[in-house]
């Protein structure tokens, strides 16, 4: 059970000067047996400064500390599999091939006789997952409704979560561990115009650079007597993104020759369409065994010449639209509203998940990077809603 409190300050010490200064706590309720979550103060402050009243420029800076909750996901091998509550066992040779024809594919009745349980347990040291970002930048305005932003962003994460083999061999005892980190270094530029003459739009161009030695808990690491030798690009890392989103309507004032029921058909029709592009992500490249024998699942043995996330997957293209009809009714107190809703317009075929396996004993795959599962294809859906 998660306990949250917040408490804010906004103040100007000087005319185009805002400073606002804030602290949050959190606290969070673990299962029996595993260490309680600390006492986490987090400060946060945020800096606006205006130089000039000549000139539409207002410059920002922030910093502050943001504290994660523990995922369940992680925490319910360390609930299930204590050795009290249940186990696993790790079987290679010929124990696994006695243990995959007792089974017959399925699962074991009973334990395997003469094979050591292996259990999970949260490590003495369990801290809260915490990030440290640090960002600035400024807005400048193009007009009376369109400004452009830039902003830099530095964001490191401490005490992530990951699932080790503290004995680095056979057979593994488990530990559930805050030890992962990550680094994001990143800027973002947008061309912002807010509603006027039927027409919004935003525009937006990110690039970055995201590192880590563990992008998630199921991510055991290479060799778990050196989880820093793991440290790469992570599988969340995205270079560039590009992305347009806008909202207009059928400019239909200055068409006068346009017949009256064709103007009342299309007067109050709405378009939205946002189109994005955004670079490959990381890719392990996985050998097909436990070849370190670390008991690593999934596997992380990966060949000895190759670093963590060597490749890149395809890149990712999206054009989602929604053309809209609203209607006001009842002297304008309420709104009738009622179009089409695409997604994935272009029918763009986006992996979700890649095969990460990229050699078996002797040669390599020819199956390493294709797509095991993709986004959605194209889909088409109405709607209707009644606003008053």
């Known amino acids: 059970m998660p306990l949250g409190l917040w408490a804010q300050d906004r103040w100007e010490p000087v005319r185009g000067l805002l400073v606002e200064l804030g602290i949050r706590y959190d606290r969070q309720r673990m299962p029996h047996g595993l260490s309680r979550s600390s006492d986490n103060f987090a400060p946060r402050l945020g800096l606006a400064w205006k130089p000039t009243d000549k000139r539409p420029l207002v410059i920002r800076a922030g ?11 992680f925490l319910n091998d360390g609930v299930q599999k204590n050795g009290v509550n249940g186990f696993e066992q790790y079987a290679v040779g010929e124990a696994a091939q006695m243990a995959f024809l007792r089974a017959r594919g399925g699962t074991l009745q009973a334990p395997l006789a003469g094979v050591q349980a292996s259990v999970y347990s949260a490590s003495a040291q369990f801290p809260s997952t915490y990030s440290r970002k640090l960002n600035f930048g400024l807005e400048h305005g193009l007009g009376k409704d369109t400004s452009v932003s830039v902003e830099a962003s530095h964001i490191r994460g ?12 056979l057979p593994p005892i488990y530990s559930l561990e805050q030890t992962a980190r990550s680094d994001y270094l990143g800027a973002a530029i947008s061309i912002n115009r807010r509603m006027n003459r039927e027409l919004a739009y935003l525009i937006a161009y990110n690039i970055g650079r995201t590192k880590d030695d563990g992008s998630d808990f199921d991510e055991h690491p290479l060799d778990p007597l050196n989880i820093r030798r793991d440290w790469a690009l992570s599988r969340q890392h995205q270079r560039h993104r590009f992305a347009v ?3 207009f309507e059928l400019p239909l004032d200055g068409a006068a020759n346009i017949p009256t029921a064709i103007r009342q058909a299309l007067e109050g029709v709405s378009f939205a369409p946002i189109y994005s592009i955004g670079s490959g992500r990381p890719i392990n490249a996985l050998l097909t065994t436990d070849a370190y024998r670390t008991g690593a ?6 060949p000895a010449d190759l670093p963590r996330n060597p490749y890149r997957s395809p890149a990712t293209v999206t054009l989602d639209l929604r053309v ?3 209607i006001h009714v009842l002297e304008k107190r309420a709104l009738l509203q009622f179009g089409v809703e695409s997604f994935n317009l272009l029918n763009h075929t986006n992996s979700e998940r890649v095969s990460q396996y990229f050699a078996a004993p002797g040669h390599r795959l020819s199956t390493y990077g294709q797509t095991l599962e993709s986004l959605p294809a194209r889909q088409v859906q109405f709607h209707m809603q009644f606003e008053y």
């Open 245 to 247: 989103s806008a909202l």
């Open 63 to 73: 910093f502050g500390f943001f504290f994660d909750r523990y995922p369940l996901a």
């Open 158 to 169: 401490f005490h992530l979560p990951r699932v080790r083999n503290i004995t680095g061999s």
């Open 297 to 302: 699942y999934p596997i992380s043995a990966r």
């Open 324 to 326: 809209m009809k609203t």
